[in-house]
Structure formats: structure tokens, C-alpha cells
């Protein structure tokens, strides 16, 4: 859009707007930018052509928005991390990480986790660690609940058993990308966005199977997520994120 001049608009020029068949494709746009000039709201009409508006749909995949959204932000920190601390991190973004089913030399249901954070511990020797993070648009509602009650068993009834086995899959077959497997220590963490004007994040630790492979539940907020006025990512936003990597 660089070479298309930016003019104002008046309500009276979009009135006197005629159409062909060349730029007939524009007319929904223009109706609803119509309803912001005149400060008025949609209404719908019956009656012929004259009386109505035609529409179109603009809609968002929040899930995917969120995922490419946390997984960018994941990023910025792990770059962070590399430079200042004394471990190592590499992430890997929707890379594939084994099959759900497998028939003679055929695999079927490819897996994909959302992130992938490897990490190794420099500390007492050289120790790997995979951190499986997979993203949820979903709400985590709570019970309301007095103080002292089993809070952790009110709030695991609100996670999908499928995200659950989701994430167990992941954990059970990223281990066989490696030749030491056994000396890898991996991770799951389930991450869903906080309820808005939620003081409470949640952040519980669960045991997934027999192998008792950690698992994290955690929600992260969304708002105030910028620093005032700019597109940097806030302290407290950066901390939440650095906090699942390193604990």
C-alpha cells in the first residue's frame, strides 16, 4: 500500500459513491466504514436492495494468534537467556517429533508440539532438558471456593483430558530422538491465557503416567503484556515466560 495516497473522507463523498462491475467487490467495506462516519450502529432491514447491507466476515483464529504470539515471545527470551546465562537453550517452533501410529514401515498422525525448549544444564556436568510447552485459547475457569479447600482437584477437572493425552504423547515420543534418552529429562507445560481482571495465575504441577514425567499447568496474562507506548514485551510478562524455562 506504499504508493496509494492516505486523503480524508467525507460522509458526503461516500454518499455519492456509484458502482460497476469493476468495483461493485467493495461496496460491503465501504457500507461499514459508512456506520463509523455517521457515528450509527448496524441495523438489519427487510425490504429490496436499497434497505439492507451486505456483509462480509472478518474473523481471527484467536488459538493460532495466541500460539504464534507466545511462541514469538518464547523467542525473545530464549535469545535473552543464551547471551546471560550459563546454560544453553535452543527452541523449535511446530517441528514435528515423532508419530502417534505406526504399521510395518508406515507413520501415521504425525505430532507436532506448539514449542520445543531444549535446554542443557552446564552445571555438574552437562544435562539435557526438554521443555514441551503446548499452547491452549481456552479459559481455565475456577470454582469460587473457601480458603483451604482442594483447590488443585476443582481446578484439574477443568483441563481436557485430550489436552492431556496430547501432551503426555509428546513427552512419551520426543524421547526417542535421542541415542541417551534415558538421561533426558523432559517436560510438559500447559499453557492457557488468564482470565481477564484475574489476580489468581494458575500454576499447578501434576505427574503425567507411570514414568511420572513433570507436568506444569499454567495460565499467563494477557493484558498490560507491552511496555507504555512501545511494542517491547513488559518485565513482569518476560519473567512469567523465563520462570517456565528455568523452574
Known amino acids: 500500500m506504499d504508493p496509494v495516497p492516505v486523503s480524508s473522507v467525507s460522509l458526503g463523498e461516500v454518499k455519492n459513491l456509484t458502482y460497476n462491475r469493476f468495483n461493485l467487490c467493495f461496496k460491503p467495506y465501504v457500507e461499514i466504514c459508512k456506520t463509523f462516519l455517521k457515528n450509527s450502529v448496524i441495523t438489519f432491514r427487510e425490504g429490496g436492495e436499497e434497505n439492507y447491507i451486505k456483509f462480509f466476515s472478518f474473523l481471527i483464529p484467536m488459538e493460532k494468534l495466541f500460539e504464534k504470539f507466545i511462541s514469538e515471545a518464547f ?11 550459563g546454560n544453553k537453550y535452543e527452541i523449535l517452533i511446530q517441528e514435528p517429533c515423532g508419530y502417534l501410529l505406526r504399521n510395518n ?30 499452547t491452549k485459547y481456552k479459559l481455565l475457569k475456577e470454582d469460587s471456593k473457601e480458603e ?8 484439574i477437572k477443568k483441563v481436557s483430558q485430550q489436552d492431556l493425552y496430547q501432551i503426555y504423547a509428546y ?29 489468581r495465575e494458575i500454576n499447578e504441577f501434576y505427574k503425567l503416567g507411570k514414568e511420572g514425567i513433570d507436568l506444569r499447568i ?4 494477557l493484558n498490560n503484556i507491552f511496555e507504555e507506548d512501545t511494542l517491547k514485551l513488559n518485565e513482569n510478562f518476560k519473567e512469567t515466560l523465563r520462570d517456565i524455562i528455568e523452574n
Not at 499454567?218 to 496474562?221: E, F, Y
Open 218 to 221: 499454567r495460565s499467563i496474562p
Open 171 to 199: 513427552c512419551k515420543e520426543i524421547r526417542y530422538d535421542f541415542a541417551d534418552k534415558d538421561s533426558i529429562n523432559v517436560k510438559g507445560v500447559l499453557l492457557y491465557p488468564q482470565e481477564i481482571n484475574s489476580d
Open 105 to 134: 514401515n508406515k507413520c501415521l498422525f504425525e505430532l507436532i508440539p506448539d514449542i520445543v525448549i531444549k535446554k542443557i544444564k552446564k552445571e555438574n556436568g552437562l544435562k539435557k532438558e526438554l521443555i514441551i510447552i503446548d
Open 75 to 85: 523467542n525473545e527470551i530464549i535469545e535473552e537467556l543464551n547471551k546471560k546465562s
Open 148 to 155: 483451604g479447600t482442594e483447590l488443585e482437584e476443582n481446578l
